[in-house]
């Protein structure tokens, strides 16, 4: 997303990214409980009838008797008290039963209102019954979309859009639900793309292969397919399914929350973005939100390698959180987070039926925190530094990735890296490694990580260690935006 708000050149490809009750429901009526309680003689059986009647002394006569209607019965209060629960319990399911069905009415209109994606590789989930238990893992692409919104607020939507995949993203989850490891591939990334389907003519001649090109100039060539595709290409792992999101995204999701807090080190001052916030923490919410994510000039260094850091700050903490509030077990919460998503989403074509959005959320809602890594594709600059391509890092990323490994990031890597973040000031540093020392480095303990291991029954999986220039953080960290000094 261009946070310039200028139309990208050839040099600079554009910028990322319980209703009250009735009256009177509180006491049953009369009527009502005469309905379950057995009444007295009806009053007419009481009354004086007109056959003729003995002559008896004045003191014998019979006194006349006021007609009465049911009484209510003398036992306890207790037996009304529960009849009102059972009352209430059975509005509430009736009324939580509308309302979920209102709620999958609405998010499937809203899934269907939006274009449909298609992707090369989406037949092999063909005969799957659970999407979220894929041999291998499944492979999520994200895309963030640097097209305008049609309101102007980001300039004019014709004159300053450009349709580049300035957010590229992969998300893998175990195949086991037990760590998710999410990859941002820089978008001045060199790569080479694969023939693509043509999107304007999916039945005719595919589009050519091109070599060294920029990753986020893909989408506008060939579409989204095309960017699965080269990510497919690139990492060695199949795509199934993925999703485009536009502008106001991040805004819509970070209000459906209630706001991240995401911790600053440094102030940050980014008139391209007009964000401006002082050391500390902050809540953002909203175009707050969007702000944060879309400077690039205010943090790191300055570059999109270092925006990509910034983003990793907010997602992790957005992370924790969803898990900390109880969003995943408030139904409310979870479908305003469903609404706001879906709303300024387009998913592909295997994620259009709610079932396999409902079984991608039930494999990660429960992982550790600690297991959810967010990593940046491992890259260098090029001799004219206009661009960077991937650095012989990449390839053990990409080992791991295909053989449903959790990522074990170097504790040091992302404070060492010039667009890398700075550590929780309150947590005590990592002591780096002096040359020689074939010690391993202390690393705070892992309190996921330990509990598998006194736990026979869930043996610890072996994670795949990173080389040092891959930076990242896992959601359990707490890191903080480092300010661009330049």
Known sequence: MDDDGERPDSGDQGESMESPAPAGA????????????????????????????PDLPPSAAPKPVPPRHGRMPRHGGWISGAKLAAAVVA????????????AAADLVTTVASKPTLTLA????????????????????????????????????PEEDSAVLNDVTMLVHISQDHSHVEVVSFPRDMLVAVPECPDPADPAGEPLSSLSSVKINTVLSYGGFGCVASTVEQ??????????????????????AVGGVEVCVAEAIADERTDI?????????????????????????DGSDLGR???????????????????????PVKLY????????????????????????????????????????????????DSTAVEPSESAAALNAALQADLPFAIDPNATTQSEFGTAPDPTIAPVEPVEPGDESEPT??????????????????????????????????????????EG
């Open 91 to 102: 509005v509430i399911a009736v009324s939580g039963v509308a309302v979920a069905a209102f």
């Open 234 to 255: 690139l990492t060695g792992v199949t795509v199934p399914v993925g999703g485009i999101v536009e502008f106001y995204g991040v805004a819509a999701l970070a209000e």
């Open 121 to 156: 590789n989406e037949s092999v989930l063909d005969g799957v019954p659970d999407i979220g238990a894929m041999e291998g893992g499944l492979n999520f692409l994200l895309v963030g979309s640097d097209k305008r919104p049609p309101d102007g607020a980001f300039g004019d």
């Open 443 to 484: 690393v705070p303990e892992d309190p996921a990580a330990t509990d598998a291991a006194a736990d026979p029954a869930t043996p610890a999986e072996p994670a795949a260690p990173l080389p040092p220039d891959v930076t990242g953080q896992t959601a359990a960290e707490v890191r903080c935006s480092s300010a661009n």
């Open 26 to 53: 509180d006491e049953p009526s009369e009527a009502a409980t005469g309905a379950d309680e057995p009444t007295e003689a009806p009053a007419e059986a009481d009354e004086p009838s007109e056959a003729v009647e």
């Open 336 to 383: 305003g987070i469903a609404k706001a998503a879906l709303s300024n989403m387009n998913l592909s074509s295997r994620l259009q039926n709610p079932t396999a959005l409902i079984s991608i959320a039930r494999a990660v809602q429960d992982i550790d925190l600690s297991k959810i890594a967010f990593v940046q594709y491992p890259t260098v600059y090029t001799e």
């Open 276 to 300: 401006y916030l002082e050391p500390g923490m902050h809540t953002l919410t909203g175009m707050a939100a969007l702000q944060f994510l879309r400077t690039r000039h205010g943090v790191g």
């Open 308 to 330: 990509i850091s910034n983003q990793q700050v907010f997602l992790s903490a957005l992370m924790r959180t969803v898990q900390s509030s109880g969003t995943l077990n408030d």
